[in-house]
């Protein structure tokens, strides 16, 4: 499966990052993998509870780096 991600340290954190991609926090939270690190896992948890194997992460704003750090330190550590 393929998500657009969206994760932040904090919730203001995720807000700013959603704000940057031209997202209001509580519409991207319906359609895609997002929030804080826990939240973003526990999304993961229930994709893979359902079947699914693989799971591609779709960042949209290229310049953030330490998004991915984020994702690779917090978030894949909980997956």
């Known amino acids: 499966m393929a998500h657009t991600v969206c ?14 991609i031209g997202y209001e926090p509580d519409a991207m939270r319906a359609i895609g ?4 690190p826990g ?8 994709y893979a509870s359902i079947g699914a194997e693989r799971v591609y992460l779709q960042l949209l704003d290229l310049s953030d780096l ?14």
């Open 7 to 20: 994760c932040g340290q904090d919730e203001a954190e995720f807000r700013r990052r959603a704000a940057a």
């Open 33 to 36: 993998i997002t929030g804080t």
């Open 39 to 46: 939240e973003v896992a526990a999304r993961i948890g229930e």
């Open 66 to 79: 330490d998004h991915l750090a984020l994702i690779a330190s917090d978030v894949a550590s909980q997956v």
